[in-house]
C-alpha cells in the first residue's frame, strides 16, 4: 500500500529566510506526487504537483519542488517566505493512472516568526 | 473559474442524528470524493464514486455512510446515526475522467460538522 511520511510536524523559520519541508513517499513506481496548503479554517489548495517530465517543478506563491527517484523524495521548497506562508502543508501521492484516490501524509505546520 | 461548492460550512448536530453534507461537484466532472479530516489529522479518503456506484471505499466508510448523487449537479454524504467521532471536516472533490490523462482532484472548501 502507498504511503506517504512528513516527519516535520512543525517548523518555525524567520520571515525572509528559505524553507524546505520534506516528504517521503512509498509506493511500487512512481506516483503522481501533489503539495497542498490549508490556512487556518480553509480548505486545501494545489500548491503543485508532478506527474512526470522535469523533476524541478514549479507552483503558485514562489514554491517549487523537486522530485528525486533515488531518496522517493518530493521535497518543498520556497527561497524566502513571506508571513502570509504560515499554514498547514499536506504532501500526497496517487497511482499515476485512472481517478485513484489520494494518500496524504500527517502535514507540518509552519509557523513563521518576524 | 469552476470550482467545488460545499454545504453547509458549518453543522452542528447531536449524537444519533442523520446528517446530509452537500457538494456540487464541477460541472463536467464525472468523479467525485470524499475525504475527512479530524481536527488536527491528516486528510484521509473515505469514499470514490463513478457512474452512479461507489468505486472505492476505506475502512472508515462503514453502513453508517451512504453517498448519493440525487440529480445532474449534487453530490451527497449522509451519516445515518452521527457519533462523536465523526466530528470533523468533510471535503468533497471531483476530477474529469479522461483516459491517458492525470485528472487531477479539485477538492471544495470543506463541511466542519461537530457532533455534540
Known amino acids: 500500500a502507498q504511503s506517504v511520511t512528513q516527519p516535520d510536524i512543525h517548523i518555525t523559520v524567520s520571515e525572509g529566510a528559505s524553507l524546505e519541508l520534506r516528504c517521503n513517499y512509498s509506493?511500487?513506481?512512481?506516483?503522481?506526487l501533489f503539495w497542498y496548503v490549508q490556512s487556518p479554517g480553509q480548505g486545501l489548495q494545489l500548491l503543485l504537483k508532478y506527474f512526470s517530465g522535469d523533476t524541478l517543478v514549479q507552483g503558485i506563491k514562489g514554491f517549487e519542488a523537486e522530485f528525486k527517484r533515488s531518496q522517493s523524495s518530493f521535497n518543498l521548497r520556497k527561497p524566502s517566505v513571506h508571513w502570509s506562508d504560515a499554514a498547514e502543508y499536506f504532501c500526497?501521492?496517487?497511482?499515476?493512472?485512472?481517478?485513484?484516490?489520494?494518500?496524504f501524509g500527517t502535514g507540518t505546520r509552519l509557523t513563521i516568526i518576524p | 473559474e469552476p470550482e467545488v461548492t460545499q454545504t453547509p460550512s458549518h453543522q452542528v448536530t447531536q449524537m444519533g442524528q442523520e446528517v446530509i453534507l452537500r457538494c456540487v461537484p464541477i460541472s463536467n466532472h464525472l468523479y467525485f470524493y470524499w475525504y475527512r479530516q479530524i481536527l488536527g489529522q491528516k486528510v484521509e479518503f473515505l469514499v470514490s464514486f463513478y457512474n452512479n456506484e461507489i468505486s472505492e471505499k476505506s475502512e472508515i466508510f462503514d453502513d453508517q455512510f451512504s453517498v448519493e448523487r440525487p440529480d445532474g449537479s449534487n453530490f451527497t454524504l449522509k451519516i445515518r446515526s452521527t457519533k462523536l467521532e465523526d466530528s470533523a471536516m468533510y471535503f468533497c472533490?471531483?476530477?474529469?475522467?479522461?483516459?491517458?490523462?492525470?485528472?487531477?482532484?479539485?477538492f471544495g472548501p470543506g463541511t466542519r460538522l461537530t457532533v455534540l
Open positions: 500526497a501521492v496517487r497511482p499515476n493512472f485512472g481517478n485513484e484516490k489520494l494518500t
Open positions: 472533490a471531483s476530477s474529469e475522467v479522461r483516459t491517458g490523462h492525470h485528472n487531477e482532484q479539485f
Open positions: 509506493y511500487g513506481a512512481t506516483p503522481y
